[in-house]
């Protein structure tokens, strides 16, 4: 009989509590999906079972990225997407870790991740101790700072893009507000539309977007 989704992960979880639990620090359940933080000194021993060993074979590295929580001492949560096709399964490992402290590269075990490790370097300044090759690979090479981490300024930094008229790169003054940085993550479609859509209720008018926008019913 096939597994549910749920059973499955809860299979998964099982096995690696009891496989792996020299290495995993906590196991939750995020979005039907397996989430398990690992202690650094042991993330390749950990990423190279969850590749090898036959009750999992989580092969394909599909994605790594990050999230920062700056009033945090450990403030950065690296995070890994992996796919197991043989389980028709993901899971995702985080691993965390402050602003001076490496991360060790999962390059050994995943080709593929030299170019996400350098993402993410790029993008929040985390290092990855064994990857030789972390450059510049979403912004300028003579861009300074990471702009994804969650202080980042706004303003006093410069755009690029190649002008046609004068046939050359040329560079300009960015300026974002930062009610772009407000974010209640309840409705991908705040401020979108006029229809009242399901997460819209928390508010009777919108903090940012078109100020006509008003919910359902509202006076």
């Known amino acids: 009989m096939k597994k549910t989704p749920n059973e499955l992960h809860t299979g998964i979880a ?18 039907d999906e397996l989430v398990i933080t690992v202690k650094p000194a042991e993330l390749n021993k950990v990423m190279t079972a969850l590749r090898d060993d036959a009750e999992f074979m989580f092969e394909q590295l599909v994605d790594i990225t990050a999230t920062d929580y700056p009033a945090k001492a450990d403030r950065f949560e690296v995070v890994y997407s992996l796919l197991s096709i043989r389980l028709n399964a993901r899971i995702r490992v985080k691993v965390i870790t402050d602003e001076d402290t490496p991360v060790a590269s999962v390059v050994p075990q995943f080709s ?11 993008m929040y300044g985390i290092v990855f101790e064994g990857n030789d090759d972390l450059r510049r690979i979403l912004t300028d090479y003579g861009f300074e700072g990471h702009p994804l981490r969650k202080d980042f300024p706004l303003t006093g930094y410069v755009e690029m893009r190649y002008d046609e008229t004068e ?16 974010f209640d993550n309840l409705s991908p479609w705040e401020a979108m539309t006029t229809v009242q859509l399901p997460g819209d209720e928390k508010a009777t008018t919108q903090k940012i977007g078109p100020k006509n926008y008003r919910q359902k019913g509202a006076e």
């Open 14 to 31: 099982a096995k690696i509590g009891e496989k792996l639990g020299y290495g995993v620090i906590a196991q939750t359940f995020a979005q």
């Open 112 to 122: 593929s991740a030299i170019w996400l490790e350098r993402e993410v370097w790029d």
């Open 167 to 182: 046939k050359r790169v040329v560079y300009e003054p960015v300026t974002l507000q930062q009610d772009f940085r407000v």
